[in-house]
C-alpha cells in the first residue's frame, strides 16, 4: 500500500524555524493534510521527538529522527526503529558539537517543548553547526545504533552531500537520498538510489500535502525504516 509521508519537519529546536513549530501545531497540521507519517528533524537533536510522539499518540506515526551535519558540511538525515535508539544516538553525537553557545537573538530560539506545548527548556549550544565527525563515520553510527542514514536535499548548492563533497561516495551504506520539494532534473549519478522528497519544513504551512508515497505492507514504523534501509530500487 502507499502512504504519505513528509520525513523531514523542523521544531522549535531548530533556531531557523518558526517558534509555532510545536509538537501540537506540527501533528495537527500533518493530519489535517492526511499525512501517514512524518519525522521532526531538528538539527543535530532529537530534544522534541518524545513530545511530538506523544502528541500524535495513535493519530499519525512519527519516525524518530534528526538532522545531522558532518564535519564537511553535510546535512544527513538519520531514522530509527525506536526513539531510544534515537536518544542513544543523540547522546553520541553532541559529544562532537563544537561547544559554541547559541545566541537566540541572532540565530534563533531553541526550545525544547512538552506535549502539551508547554517550553520546558531550551539547548544552549548552538544547533546551526558541523559536529565533528565524517560523513562515512555519521552513516556508520546511525547503522550501529540500529538506523539509517538519507543524505538530505541533495540537490540544493549548499550542505548536501554533492555540494560538499562533489560526490556520493560508492561505498556508502546509504540507499535512499532526499530530494527537496519541486526539485528539478536528477543527474545521471543519482539513478541508483531510490529517492525520497521531503519539505523540510521551517513553517507549518511547508509541510508536504499527500504528495510523496512509499509503497510498504503495512502502515507501521518498522516498515517505513525497512523501506529507507532497503527500497526496491528501481
Ligand atoms: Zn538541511
Ligand atoms: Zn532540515
Redesign the pocket.
Known amino acids: 500500500m502507499k502512504i504519505a509521508v513528509d520525513l523531514h519537519i523542523h521544531s522549535a529546536l531548530s533556531p531557523c524555524a518558526d517558534d509555532d513549530m510545536t509538537p501540537n501545531n506540527i501533528v495537527n497540521m500533518a493530519v489535517l493534510k492526511g499525512l501517514d507519517a512524518i519525522a521532526v528533524t531538528d538539527h543535530n537533536s532529537c530534544d522534541n521527538v518524545e513530545a511530538v510522539i506523544k502528541a500524535a499518540g495513535n493519530r499519525i506515526i512519527i519516525v524518530p529522527g534528526m538532522?545531522v551535519q558532518s564535519r564537511e558540511d553535510v546535512?544527513l538525515l538519520c531514522y530509527f526503529n525506536h526513539l531510544e535508539a534515537l536518544r542513544e544516538f543523540d547522546g553520541h553525537i553532541r559529544k562532537y558539537l563544537d561547544g559554541l553557545d547559541n545566541i537566540s537573538e541572532i540565530f534563533g530560539n531553541q526550545y525544547i517543548m512538552d506535549e502539551r506545548d508547554q517550553i520546558i527548556g531550551e539547548r544552549k549550544e548552538m544547533l546551526l553547526s558541523s559536529v565533528d565527525l565524517s560523513v562515512e563515520q555519521l552513516v556508520q553510527l546511525a547503522v550501529n545504533f540500529g538506523g539509517v542514514a538519507v543524505p538530505?536535499?541533495v540537490d540544493r548548492p549548499s550542505?548536501s552531500i554533492i555540494s560538499q563533497l562533489g560526490f556520493i561516495p560508492p561505498d556508502l551504506n546509504i540507499r535512499v537520498l532526499e530530494f527537496s520539494h519541486n526539485s528539478g532534473s536528477i543527474v545521471s549519478q543519482m539513478q541508483e538510489y531510490q529517492r525520497i522528497i521531503s519539505s523540510?519544513a521551517h513553517s507549518l504551512g511547508e509541510i508536504l500535502e499527500r504528495e510523496m508515497f512509499l509503497d510498504v505492507d503495512n502502515v507501521s514504523l518498522t516498515d517505513i525504516i525497512q523501506w529507507l534501509t532497503c527500497p526496491c530500487v528501481i
Open positions: 538532522e546535512h538530505a536535499h550542505y523540510d
